[in-house]
């Protein structure tokens, strides 16, 4: 194995992409599949800036329109789930190239396994009745055998389901991925910073060959210009190769935290693994079996082809880490690993009982100002009163499976559409008038929380501010959640109403001296 040149940058001169889109027609047009997740979200606005036009496929196109770059008129939304081909084929005709950045992580298994292989063999059709000249895809690194974990093979099977109607692929193989708000990243920052001493697998001494996100998306965008790629298959990894134990030491290091005293024990299965990931960090056990199977495996580069095709500045891991712990340090994450997903809309809330539990309060404030403060609601900043309730009802939702508290926010103060605030998600949005959350907690129900905000009447009147809990529940056990709750809502509701009112009539000088969180 060759290890690629490696080139230490220093972390404050990180060269930083140009925004604006070049004038004049786009050199070619982009079909891109994930724009909504983390490697998609983040490729997409590159790709713009160098010229492309995009056909951007999407499960929830206002997920999609609340990024900024979509905006652009060189984006073009086209709602679809990949199941209809006939939609697949139209969207490709007249496309340089399609890029493939699906993939399930919510659970292993044949089920998953057999519905992803039958996704990307049906793109694969549409791509050749097209005529796309090539796919483009990211997959993932380890050697095919016995112990292959099922997260990984399936990769595989995609790899191959994808070059099986004879369009030309690139598929580069990636082992984990350093960035700000990747899921092995934040895995692997919440372990260290929380535990230290940690219990672990034997899969500690395994060795692997991480990457920086932004080395990623530079082969991602680089293959389309270098026709030797063209075709081929390959790895693409940083400088550094070292085991999984030698990263969580860098990691303490760059935390400036104590070295952590890692104890490997042969005992711990992938499920068990998988739980405990659950319990100490925001991923759920369903997204982290699958990252906890693949860690067994040695996931290292076999050759340095990819580098000396498409040569780079290529971050090491130290680098790497450091980076991404600067932007998230500055509040600059472009994408979270909880953006990606589809979005369940608001319930249907027709029929059967549903309750409601609304409050309304004058705020001497303008809606721009009511607004910015209820919109500062989870993460950090926390909910404004009884926090220790909401800390309390986090780690429940945590033991019996669900997000708990831990996700927090991508931003600490700007929301958009599909936003994750701790264990709610933003499914409704009109700025200075409406938020509207869903809880993803688990729970006997659906629930929605809403603000709304009403314009004073009069010039310097007050804004109105209405917030409403609503809750369909499911059989008996709902019925007795709610009224169980109920009692709380006098503490948790009212007193979160006042603390949006005392924010947002803060005098704007203290509020702009106010430290972020």
């Not at 055998?145 to 595989?156: D, F, Y």
Request: glycine content about 10%; aromatic content about 6%; charged content about 25%.
């Amino acid at each position: 194995m060759t290890t690629p040149t490696h080139i230490d940058i220093p972390h404050d001169v990180l060269p930083e992409r140009d925004v604006r889109h070049p004038p004049g027609p786009p050199r070619g047009v982009l079909l891109l599949t994930g724009a909504t997740g983390y490697i998609g979200g983040r490729l997409a606005p590159r790709l713009l800036e160098s010229g492309w036009a995009l056909r951007c496929l999407v499960r929830s196109p206002d997920k999609l329109r609340a990024r900024a770059w979509a905006s652009s008129e060189r984006v073009e939304i086209i709602e679809s789930d990949l199941s209809d081909e006939a939609v697949l084929t139209q969207a490709m005709r007249g496309c340089d190239a399609a890029y493939y950045l699906v993939h399930s992580m919510l659970a292993v298994g044949q089920q998953y396994a057999n519905a992803d292989r039958e996704m990307a063999e049906r793109f694969a059709r549409a791509a050749a009745q097209a005529g796309t000249p090539r796919i483009i895809y990211l997959g993932g690194l380890g050697e095919l055998g016995a112990g292959l974990s099922e997260h990984l093979r399936s990769r595989r099977d995609v790899e191959e389901a994808l070059a099986s109607t004879g369009v030309p692929l690139t598929a580069l193989r990636a082992a984990m991925i350093i960035g700000s708000g990747s899921a092995s990243f934040e895995i692997l920052r919440y372990l260290v910073e929380r535990l230290p001493i940690m219990i672990t697998p034997r899969w500690v001494s395994t060795r692997s060959q991480p990457i920086a996100v932004r080395n990623v998306l530079h082969y991602l965008q680089a293959c389309l210009t270098t026709p030797d790629t063209t075709g081929r298959v390959l790895d693409i990894g940083g400088p550094d190769v070292l085991t999984y134990l030698d990263l969580m030491h860098v990691m303490a290091a760059e935390l400036r935290l104590r070295k952590r005293i890692v104890l490997p024990v042969p005992l711990l299965t992938p499920r068990l693994s998988s739980l405990w990931i659950h319990l100490v960090t925001p991923l759920s056990a369903r997204l982290a079996r699958p990252l906890a199977e693949g860690l067994r495996n040695e996931v290292v580069c076999r050759d340095d082809e990819a580098a000396r095709l498409m040569p780079q500045q290529l971050l090491g891991v130290r680098e790497a880490i450091g980076a991404a712990l600067g932007k998230i340090a500055s509040a600059d994450v472009e994408t979270f690993w909880s953006d990606a997903g589809p979005i369940p809309g608001d319930p249907d809330w027709a029929g059967g009982t549903v309750f409601l539990d609304e409050r309304t309060i004058e705020i001497d404030a303008s809606p721009d100002r009511v607004f910015k403060a209820v919109c500062r609601v989870g993460g950090g900043h926390g909910w404004y009163a009884a926090d220790w309730l909401w800390r309390v009802r986090g780690f429940m939702d945590r033991i019996i499976g669900g997000p708990g508290l831990r996700r927090g926010r991508r931003h600490p103060e700007d929301v958009v559409y599909g936003d994750a605030l701790d264990f709610w998600r933003v499914i409704g949005l009109e700025r200075n008038r409406r938020l509207t959350l869903r809880a993803e907690m688990k729970l006997p129900g659906d629930a929605v929380l809403e603000f709304r905000i009403a314009p004073p009447e009069r010039d310097g009147g007050p804004s109105m501010l209405t917030q409403a809990a609503r809750f369909k529940p499911r059989g008996l056990l709902g019925l007795l959640y709610w009224y169980a709750v109920l009692p709380l809502h006098g503490v948790v509701f009212s007193g979160m109403q006042r603390g949006i009112k005392r924010a947002a009539e803060k005098p704007i000088e203290a509020a702009q001296g106010a430290p972020s969180v």
